[in-house]
């Protein structure tokens, strides 16, 4: 049983920057990610990173704006997000699972930290 919790949530300036972490409990490795809802939609995809922090992936909509990386000396997922936008408003949320490969989905969730960008 892994347990996540995510902090660095905010409300920020368009253009700000805002850095989320997880914190893992456990020793075992997992592949991390970051998901998020926004107000009214699905939740979506935006980073992934697997155990060692070799491989990352991040949606086309956060690519070149939004950072994964981990710290396993520390049990902790980063999420660093620069030139926010409002549309980056959402619910962001921890998730956790074994393997790294897409076949495999996540089996541990963070209960989700806000973050608000206004125009």
């Known amino acids: 049983q892994v347990q996540l919790v995510e902090s660095g949530g905010g409300l920020v300036q368009a253009g700000g920057s805002l850095r989320l972490s997880c914190a893992a409990s456990?020793?075992?490795?997992?592949?991390m990610a970051w998901f998020r809802q926004p107000p009214g939609l699905e939740r979506e995809f935006v980073a992934d990173?697997?155990?060692?922090?070799?491989?990352?992936r991040h949606a086309d909509s956060v690519k070149g704006r939004f950072t994964i990386s981990r710290d396993n000396a520390k049990n902790t997922v980063y999420l660093q997000m620069n030139s926010l936008k409002p549309e980056d408003t959402a619910v962001y949320y921890c998730a956790a699972k074994a393997y790294y490969s897409i076949q495999y989905s996540y089996d541990y969730w963070g209960q989700g930290t806000q973050v608000t960008v206004s125009s």
């Open positions: 456990g020793r075992s490795r997992y592949a």
């Open positions: 990173i697997n155990a060692g922090g070799g491989l990352t």
